[in-house]
């Protein structure tokens, strides 16, 4: 339900204990990721038993209830082994990881007869095995731990053990006094959020770029159409729509910013998907996304962003909404703040922040020689990732990015 999630939300059970089901029918619904999902049936059969009732919080890879279904199933997330079967390969495991050196935050792990199979069809030794970073209960290693790591380029296959490299870094354990106050425990979207910030500047190596640009005849545009625009169109007409206009164009310009990172592949998306970060009343931040930005014109990306917001306000974007982005912009400028250093939204390779616009006295150049005029001006900021994007191209991006807005048609019809 994305990749991102750690842990979701039951909602409520469609289907009660000791009940049949078929094929495809929901049983559930889960919230994940900000949005509600619908959870359909595998196969026909009966819920024997649910392990987690509603309301309850559950992280990713616990089991939530049994099912007994009618067929074997190629793709079920969890496979029950007799308990004999276990105990057999569990003793086997251990016998042949007593020879091995192993990675150190694996040294108890247990390996699944699924993992194993797994592992012998892509030749991964017991060793690499246990190199592997864990993510189920008790440092269990899950199907998803094993396919993540492969997507990766397999960066542990030929690591040396962590017990044999004494001059490794090891992080600090300092006992810091935290202070005293009232405690507020992190809501659900909350720790996703910080899990996903944490993720995104320890993986991508963040390079920030400014800019500064003169939106005056942009605003003079704005703001002699906007009450126009909305008599004509039944839409208000905000900045963000002229400034997913302008990142379009730019993005068009330079494909390689409209991408994402896969091992030593990078792939350039064959769409222009532009998520705007949004901050909802509670204070937390989602990321719904303007589809084929490009193909849009004002009218169509006015309708998308109005509809977008209205929708993360109400809490009621779909999954739709918020997946499939291949660029990021954030207007920092909406809480006053002058510019900012925008995290990159993963797994995307950029992200621009835009600031306050503010007016300022410039200086111009004009005919008569320079001249100071009252000008609307905006500082533009680009985080960008340093493995795929480099300063030139960077750089290059942002500076179109404010030519865009700069040369503004002021005579443009609506």
């Known amino acids: 339900m994305g ?50 009732q509603s309301n309850a919080v559950v992280p990713v890879g616990e089991v939530i209830a049994v099912l007994e279904v009618l067929d074997v199933i190629a793709h079920s997330t969890h496979i029950e082994v007799p308990k004999k079967e276990v105990k057999q390969v569990k003793n086997r495991t251990a016998k042949i990881k007593k020879n091995l050196v192993v990675a150190q935050q694996n040294n108890d792990c247990f390996f699944s007869p699924l993992i194993i199979s797994i592992a012998k069809d892509q030749h991964i030794s017991y060793e690499e095995l246990a190199r592997i970073p864990a993510t189920g209960e008790n440092g269990r290693l899950r199907k998803s731990d094993i396919f993540r790591y492969i997507d990766e380029g397999r960066p542990y296959q030929f690591t040396q053990a962590a017990t044999q490299d004494p001059t490794a870094y090891r992080i600090p354990q300092l006992n810091l006094d935290k ?20 993720y995104s ?37 905000t900045f963000t729509p002229l400034f997913i206009e302008a990142v379009a164009k730019a993005v068009n310009d330079f494909p390689m910013i409209n991408a994402s990172l896969d091992g030593d592949n ?16 509670t204070g937390n931040l989602i990321v719904p996304v303007v589809k084929n930005a490009d193909k849009k014109d004002l009218k169509s990306l006015a309708e998308s962003v109005n509809d977008l917001v209205t929708k993360a306000r109400a809490n009621t974007l779909s999954a739709d909404d918020i997946q499939g982005g291949t660029f990021t912009i954030s207007n920092v400028g909406t809480f006053g703040s002058i510019m900012g250093t925008p995290i990159i939204n993963q797994p995307e390779v950029a992200i621009l922040a835009l600031g306050i616009i503010k007016k300022r006295p410039e ?9 100071i005029a009252i000008r609307s001006m905006m500082y533009l900021s680009l985080s960008f990732d340093h493995r ?27």
């Not at 190596?205 to 703001?223: G, I, Q, S």
């Not at 200086?363 to 001249?371: A, F, I, K």
């Not at 300063?391 to 609506?414: P, V």
């Open 179 to 198: 202070g005293t106050g009232e405690i507020v425990k992190m809501d659900r979207m909350r720790k996703m959020i910080a899990d996903h910030m944490v």
């Open 266 to 281: 990078i792939i350039i998306k064959e769409h222009i998907n532009i998520g705007m970060a949004t901050a909802l009343p």
């Open 3 to 52: 990749e991102s999630i750690t842990e979701g939300t039951i909602i409520n059970w469609c289907i009660n204990e000791g009940e049949a089901f078929e094929e495809g029918e929901i049983l559930l619904e889960v919230a994940t990721d900000k949005v509600d999902n619908e959870v359909p049936a595998p196969a026909s059969g009966t819920l024997t038993k649910i392990v987690f």
């Open 388 to 414: 795929v994007v480099d300063g030139y191209l960077g750089g290059s991006f942002l500076r179109r990015i404010a030519d865009y807005l700069e040369q503004f048609d002021i005579k443009r019809k609506i």
């Open 201 to 237: 500047k320890h993986t991508s190596p963040h390079v920030t770029a400014y800019v500064e640009a003169d939106l005056t005849e942009l605003v003079n545009w704005r703001n002699a159409n906007k009450i126009l625009f909305q008599e004509k169109y039944g839409q208000k007409l």
């Open 363 to 371: 200086v111009l150049e004009t005919e008569t020689g320079d001249e």
